[in-house]
């Protein structure tokens, strides 16, 4: 681990454990073991840290999010499953940041909030695309609002960082496919 990434991590752990606001940066020093002055060599400000560990997740997504929303080999039913996957897949991969990503979110300010919300913005409107089209060829129900599947999408997917154990009883490929299964089997076409 470089530097920066030292710098990065040690940040999650602490606004993790002990708040955005309670974290300093002598506290980010003492954790990653580095100066003051290597702080500000990579980062301006703790705002900064704050927004660079949303950036990691965020990019992320959105990149796996795009790719599948580009794929026109699969059906509506397929990419999402692959939704599903990718975003379970990134709460066990990275459960520090997604902590960090949603208890701090609030504590964004001025231009690193924008870009954040309009990356956050853009992730759910791929969701929405997604189910909107699987409603428009007839794979899915079209007497439901698209718009509030995608925050149900979101709001079954991001809440496993709380509760899915990556040694619990099923894997985390079993707790996406059972998330795929319930959520295809309200919107199958025929379903109602």
Known sequence: MNTREQILHSAVQLFGTKGY?????????QLA?????AVFHYFSNKIEL???IHEVIID??????????????????????QLINISVELMVKYKPYIAVLFREYKNLQDHYYTI????????EAIVTEVIKQGMLNGEFRRDLEFSILAKLFFGIC????VWLNPEGMLTPQQISDN??????????AGAQ
């Open 21 to 29: 606001h309670a974290t300093s940066i002598q506290d980010i020093c």
């Open 60 to 81: 992320i997504l959105l990149t796996q999010y795009e790719s599948v929303l580009k794929n026109d080999q699969t059906n509506s039913a397929v990419k999402l499953r």
């Open 33 to 37: 073991g580095v100066s003051k002055g």
């Open 50 to 52: 704050l927004f660079e």
């Open 116 to 123: 954040t919300k309009d990356k956050r913005d853009r992730c």
């Open 158 to 161: 991001n809440w496993t960082y």
């Open 179 to 188: 998330i795929w299964k319930l959520f295809i089997g309200g919107l199958a």
